[in-house]
T-cell receptor, first 109, second 117 residues
């Protein structure tokens, strides 16, 4: 079967750095996405990786290792508004998105 | 429109009634997806369209669920003879590109929360 694993919940301190891991086992691979979802709101796109390596976008970076079936989302200089769920999704060989359950990130002052 | 619009935002219905959920995607977006999302979970795929063609409906739970997008724009998800287990947040998403193109970024609507009593 297809599976996306991410930690259920993480806690970090305002101003710090946090890394949210995602491991996947899917039928084929055509890209990995990270979405942010604030409580009660719709998911919004953060990043896309299809080749190995690091993609940096401001305070957020996303890393991919296809050989290890592994990605992480790195958030720097954490702000209270970063408190949200972070969803990892992999597009499989049929170009369907397989979603993880999301990681709830709690930021403390 | 500027974003993906879904209606109604909230729907409470009695068991056995039919409901229709509407999605108006971003103008010009080719692909349209329907998902169901439980609290604390990721989106669960239901079905998707490229233009007016339904490409995959493998995620629809049973034959009480159906969807259409007759003119390649607005889509309707219909649930017949609703059951309590159908209660959930139903989200629509659209993307500019075909489902099999590169960074096919989805823009989600605010969702329709369905409660079946």
């Amino acid at each position: 079967g297809q599976n996306i694993d991410q930690p259920t919940e993480m806690t970090a301190t305002e101003g710090a750095i946090v890394q949210i891991n995602c491991t996947y086992q899917t039928s084929g691979f055509n890209g990995l996405f990270w979405y942010q979802q604030h409580a009660g709101e719709a998911p919004t796109f953060l990043s896309y990786n299809v080749l190995d390596g690091l993609e940096e976008k401001g305070r957020f970076s996303s890393f991919l290792s296809r050989s290890k079936g592994y990605s992480y989302l790195l958030l720097k200089e954490l702000q209270m508004k970063d408190s949200a769920s972070y969803l990892c999704a992999v597009r499989d060989s049929n170009y369907q998105l397989i979603w993880g359950a999301g990681t709830k990130l709690i930021i403390k002052p | 429109g500027a974003g993906v619009s879904q209606s109604p935002r909230y729907k409470v219905t009695k068991r056995g009634q039919d409901v229709a959920l509407r999605c108006d995607p971003i103008s010009g977006h080719v692909s349209l997806y329907w998902y169901r999302q439980a609290l604390g979970q990721g989106p669960e795929f239901l079905t998707y369209f490229n233009y007016e063609a339904q490409q995959d409906k493998s995620g629809l739970p049973n034959d009480r669920f159906s969807a259409e997008r007759p003119e390649g724009s607005i889509s309707t998800l219909t649930i017949q003879r609703t059951e309590q287990r159908d209660s959930a947040m139903y989200r629509c998403a659209s993307s500019l590109a075909n489902s099999d193109s590169g960074a096919n970024v989805l823009t989600f609507g605010a969702g329709s929360r369905l409660t079946v009593l």
